[in-house]
């Protein structure tokens, strides 16, 4: 007998809420239902759709609170998808997740296109939890680029939205994090501080050891980015002792900070110690960014003037080619400030106006 699509909306409508929750148990059983229930659905166009702009989401969200793995082009559904029978909510939820998608391959001038048009669709959605997603990818999306105050204006409307919310914790969490971020990049580092020590409390509150040491990473950013590289490293060490995170792809993330935070302190042994570290992790898990910024890292310490200025030409190249704007302009001023300290001031030039035109490039971004 088969499944009435009516009974497969519920189950989707449900896993849709445990997504926007980050409730990954629930999600991961309402997930294996809802393909489970399609098997035996009657034919309908909608449904199907429906569940495919729900699966790219599942595994974002998968992705971005567990640090499973998102290849690139595993995404399902496209624009010639939708047709004139598509109802708005699945149009604009399209345009929403998609938005995501295209700011995680770093493309972020169409990424900005189409947040607009979901953004022209959001008076659709008549709900605050819906508008606050909405407000979370926009921040999120405006932060990648340092447009600070573009995107503590929309982040700040979700953490009003979410603050009323009980069951909303760790999108509050999400969102504080953005927040703090986004004072990182205007220097605002007692404020920024503040906002990550209110998430990983969160974190703690609801007992998710790995959320806590996604944000015991994030916060190591902001420390790096003040000159408190000791402070830098112990909260990156609290990251790496959560085995969970160890496991997700971001482990390779928080061993190039170490590795790069310990040459800054002079400490070569130690950094070449969690050098070998990340070689072993990308063995086994290739990541052609990570490995390019540990490259360079590696370079500008260890190498001589002109093989040190071949290599990061060559992986600042690869970069800006990725996409990675804001790995492009952290680097040269690293670079820039490395060579200065050994008086290669021609050599420090270059990448100080590298940084300061990728700066300029990030600013300049609006969509088409």
């Known amino acids: 007998m088969s499944v009435m699509p009516e009974v497969v909306s519920n189950t989707l409508n449900e896993l849709h809420l445990a997504i926007k929750k980050c409730d990954v148990e629930s999600a991961k059983k309402l997930f294996e239902k809802s393909k489970y229930l399609l098997n035996d659905m009657e034919e309908n166009d909608k449904i199907i759709i429906y569940f495919q702009l729900l699966s790219s989401r599942y595994k974002m969200m998968l992705y971005k609170t567990r640090g499973e793995s998102l290849p690139k082009g595993d995404w399902k559904i496209t624009e010639d998808s939708l047709d004139d029978d598509t109802n708005s909510l699945i149009d604009y939820y399209f345009y929403l997740f998609e938005t995501e998608y295209l700011a995680y391959l770093n493309n972020y001038e169409t990424a900005i296109e189409t947040m607009k048009v979901a953004e022209k669709k959001l008076e659709m959605v008549h709900s605050d939890i819906e508008t606050a997603e909405f407000y979370v990818r926009a921040a999120s999306l405006y932060m990648s680029i340092h447009q600070s105050i573009a995107s503590l204006s929309y982040i700040n409307e979700a953490i009003n939205v979410y603050k009323k919310q009980e069951d909303y914790k760790l999108s509050l969490a999400r969102s504080y994090t953005i927040k703090a971020m986004n004072y990182t990049h205007l220097k605002r580092y007692d404020d920024a501080e503040e906002f990550f020590l209110k998430s ?36 990156l060490q609290r990251a790496i002792r959560c085995r969970e995170w160890r496991d997700s792809v971001y482990y390779i993330n928080s061993l190039y900070m170490i590795v790069k935070e310990r040459f800054i302190q002079g400490n070569h042994n130690g950094a070449l110690y969690y050098l070998r570290k ?60 490395q060579y200065e300290k050994k008086e290669n001031f021609k050599e420090a030039l270059e990448f100080a106006n590298l940084a300061i035109s990728t700066k300029e490039k990030m600013m300049m971004l609006r969509g088409v």
Request: proline share 2%.
């Open 278 to 337: 990340a070689e072993r992790v990308l063995n086994a898990l290739p990541n052609p960014t990570y490995e390019a910024k540990i490259n360079i890292v590696r370079s500008i310490f260890c190498d001589e003037i002109k093989e040190s200025l071949d290599k990061c030409r060559e992986n600042i190249r690869y970069l800006e080619k990725s996409g990675d704007l804001d790995g492009v302009f952290d680097l040269s001023l690293l670079i820039k400030g």
């Open 200 to 235: 990983i409390k969160i974190a703690k509150e609801l007992n998710d050891v790995y959320y806590e040491a996604m944000q015991c990473h994030n916060i190591s950013l902001m420390y790096s980015n003040r000159g408190y590289h000791e402070d830098c490293i112990n909260a």
